[in-house]
Nanobody, 124 residues
Framework: QVQLVESGGGLVQAGGSLRLSCAAS????????MGWFRQAPGKKREFVAA????????AYADSAKGRFTISRDNAKNTVYLQMNSLKPEDTAVYYC?????????????????WGQGTQVTVSS
C-alpha cells in the first residue's frame, strides 16, 4: 500500500499561482506513475496531469496545458503540481493518486491510493 497526502491548496485571485504537493509513503518502491485529478462541486472527477515516476514522462489535460506543470522529486517521494495563471474555473478539490502499471493515466476509476484532497479556490 501507498499512502498519499496532498498539501498546498488555498485561496488565490485569478491570475495567481499555487504549488500543490503530494507526499507518498509506504511501498513507494512500487510506484509506476502518479496523477493529479480535480473535482468541482456537482461535477465528475477529472484528469489534470500525470507523471511516470522513473522517466518523468508527463501528460496533461487540455485545460492544464501551458499553465500547469507536474514534476516529481524521487528522493522525497513527492509529486508537485505548479499551477500558474489560475482561473475561477480551476476551483476544485485536487487529489493525487497512483497509477498501476499498464492502467489508464486519465481514467480515475483505474487509479489507486487516493489522497484526502486539497481545496483550491480561485476568486475572480
Amino acid at each position: 500500500q501507498v499512502q498519499l497526502v496532498e498539501s498546498g491548496g488555498g485561496l488565490v485571485q485569478a491570475g495567481g499561482s499555487l504549488r500543490l504537493s503530494c507526499a507518498a509513503s509506504g511501498r513507494t518502491f512500487s510506484l509506476y506513475a502518479m496523477g493529479w485529478f480535480r473535482q468541482a462541486p456537482g461535477k465528475k472527477r477529472e484528469f489534470v496531469a500525470a507523471i511516470r515516476w522513473s522517466s518523468g514522462i508527463t501528460a496533461y489535460a487540455d485545460s492544464a496545458k501551458g499553465r500547469f506543470t507536474i514534476s516529481r522529486d524521487n528522493a522525497k517521494n513527492t509529486v508537485y503540481l505548479q499551477m500558474n495563471s489560475l482561473k475561477p474555473e480551476d476551483t476544485a478539490v485536487y487529489y493525487c493518486a497512483t497509477v498501476p502499471y499498464g492502467r489508464s493515466w486519465t481514467n480515475p476509476s483505474e487509479l489507486e491510493n487516493w489522497g484526502q484532497g486539497t481545496q483550491v479556490t480561485v476568486s475572480s
